[in-house]
């Protein structure tokens, strides 16, 4: 085979394998090493954030390790310490069988420095699903730049539902100018007036309407697809309202 068919293929597998990475411009969510060995997917994500350690990390996960295994413990964390995220690692053991869900038996490790120490501790261990793995399914990744109300929008990818409780317009593109109405959720009157809408993409930046300042959601609600105002949307537990990886974290490790 001539070099200039070897070169034109091996940029094409390249060229394949860069455009199905996730795009998080080089911020929170990017992919920084991935290998599989002995049957476990390692999967280690840049993930920079700043918390205070509260009631909601749970005793046992505390130990701080040097690496992504319970092998050399250095220390532990307590109430109130001041750490730094900086990575989150995933571990998939691919020889387990998945559950029901489909979900992945592995662990859940996050890479924290703090002023005394610079180590690893297990956030989770069993099988992990959407609702543990900050970044699952590439959550929170950029679709895509959208102009509107003359604005530009970041899209990123988001997977949860909310509900809305009054009549609500949903948008062919977000912010109320110059955009246009492609449906209306009208809840009814059921008490309580209550419809529950499927989230798949939310913007970057916020928007203030009616003194409420909010994301818009892009949802699938029967057959219409558009975007809605989160201020008028809200969550039914406990926790952050929206699945932006940086809430979870904060939550995970924060106080109640």
């Excluded at 390790?65 to 310490?81: P, Q």
């Excluded at 909310?162 to 949903?170: G, T």
């Excluded at 969550?235 to 952050?240: F, I, K, L, Q, Y």
Aim: hydrophobic share 30%; glycine share 8%.
């Amino acid at each position: 085979m001539k070099k200039s068919v070897v070169c034109v293929l091996l940029l094409a597998i390249f060229g394949q394998f860069a455009f199905a990475l996730p795009n998080y411009n080089n911020g929170n969510g990017t992919i920084v090493s991935e290998k599989t060995e002995n049957g476990i997917k390692t999967v280690v994500r840049k993930c920079k954030r700043e918390v205070v350690i509260g009631n909601l990390l749970d005793e046992k996960n505390r130990d701080v390790y040097t690496a992504c295994e319970k092998k050399k413990s250095i220390g532990k964390l307590h109430d109130n310490d001041k750490v730094k995220v900086l990575h989150i690692c995933r571990k998939d053991y691919l020889n387990e069988p998945k559950d029901k869900y489909g979900d992945a038996k592995g662990e859940l490790w996050y890479n924290i420095k703090s002023d005394t120490m610079e180590g690893w501790i297990c956030i989770y261990s069993g099988y992990i699903a959407f609702f543990r793995d900050p970044y699952f399914d590439n959550r929170y990744e950029i679709l895509e730049v959208i102009e509107s109300a003359g604005k530009k929008w970041t899209v990123r990818s988001i997977k949860q539902s909310l509900s809305v409780w009054e009549n609500l317009n949903i948008r062919d593109k977000p912010g109320t100018r110059g955009t246009n109405v492609v449906y209306t959720i009208r809840p009814g009157t059921n008490d309580p007036h209550q419809t529950n809408v499927e989230v798949i993409a939310i913007t970057e930046e916020r928007d203030t309407i009616d003194g409420k300042n909010d994301y818009w959601i892009k949802i699938n609600y029967k057959e219409f697809t558009g975007w809605i105002f989160g201020g008028y949307a809200s969550a039914e537990r406990g926790g952050p309202k929206y699945y932006i990886p940086e809430h979870k974290v904060d939550f995970t490790l924060g106080w109640y």
